[in-house]
């Protein structure tokens, strides 16, 4: 028996139908008197945002932008460098070895071919002091070992 139930659906539709128009109105309104406000202040610094949730709107000035490390002090995160022109049989030891004269090495790996399980040709020495990796970038960018020459350059995040 369907007593009364296509009614209901309708109702149900009909009210959310409503919901929706009442919610595209209010969002049009506040947009509306958003730009009345700006135009009245004159205040072009400030940054309107809109989409699905209507936002508010964003003073320039009162927007804080991250500053970096002040110059003496050490990054939060280690310095990770690529290290290119490695033979095919070139190990991780071999290179935290080549590279640990310049500092503390963190972590050193060779990426290999999955099929052969020979050396790709680079790899990744990571430091825990930036200052010394910018001393073996300085170093050993462009160094002849075992025949080839060395691309060592800061890794670009991933």
Known sequence: MSRGITGNKR????????????????LQR????????????????????SGPQSLPIVDLADVVIAVPAHPGREPLIPAKLFVGGLGDEATAT???IAFASFGSVRDATVIRDRSSGR???????????????????K???GR???GRRLKV??????
Do not use: Y
């Open 94 to 96: 071999e290179l935290r």
């Open 119 to 137: 050396s790709r040709g680079f790899g990744f020495v990571t430091f825990e002091k930036w200052a010394d990796a910018d001393e073996a970038v």
């Open 139 to 141: 170093q050993m960018d």
């Open 153 to 158: 350059n800061r890794a670009e995040p991933s």
């Open 11 to 26: 109702d149900r539709e009909a009210k959310r139908d409503r919901r929706k128009q009442d919610k595209a109105d209010r």
């Open 144 to 146: 002849d070992v075992d």
């Open 30 to 49: 506040n947009r509306d008197e958003a730009a009345r406000q700006r135009s009245d202040t004159g205040n072009d610094d400030q940054v309107e945002v």
